[in-house]
């Protein structure tokens, strides 16, 4: 009774740290978005003396010739676009590693897990894109995204894909499919709960990103919701109400998707995991 006692405290005292950790911060960019330039100057965790929250993201949205709107833009079709192509590629290439055993799966696993723990060269990319004229580019960037998204989905779709019993594969076989329509009617189907999971870590991934685009798709008419920070730095002075208010507004849309996706996460992230 009394180790059932201990880790429901365990349990408890896990929940509230891990509120703490997220909505303390949270509590204090909010605060922080409902002053006035020179009350939040101070940096104080305090209640604003006068509230201006409206103010604030009308300004932020009229910094630099509504510059956020043309990134809320970019950002939304540079996540759907990079997003639609990694869930369909790594959807194939996992099925393809479950199903069809080689002794080239060692070889493709390596460099699958290289891209999840080896550092990109920026400088390479950044010249080899110059070279093939899409540097620079939301095209460009979109392909950035996709390759250095695709490994986190290929183990995802390939954890998965191992548990799906074979036997569906021959009835399909039997009845004339090919390993096209075998994909796409049977086995892509089959893997809705971990797309899900798949397009929403990624969507938020994308989204957030803020290294890819800084390297690879400078300027303004490429920006990103993340870049849109820089509108309020400078090396001498930050305006922090709008910074803050810029960083909420960009924090809305993937806060969102976690919200309403988070069962759905979790069921894609744990359904490979048992063999079943």
Known sequence: MSRTVSRHVYGAVA???SAAIFLVPFAFIVLQSLKTGPDSAGLQFSWPVDIVFWENVVAVFQARDYMLITAFINSTILTVLSVSIMVVLAAMIGWVLARRPSRWNGVITFFVLAGLIVPPAIVPTARLMQTLGIFNTIGGLVLIEVAFGMSFCVLLFRAFVSNVPRELDEAATIDGAGPIRLFFKI???????VIVTAIVVQSVTVFNDFANPLYFAPGEENATVQLTLFNFQSQFQTTWNLLFTDILLITI???????FFNRQIVAGMTSGAVKG
């Open 15 to 17: 929940v509230l740290l």
């Open 187 to 193: 086995g892509f189907p089959l893997m809705k709960s």
């Open 253 to 259: 849309p993937p806060l969102v998707m976690y919200i």
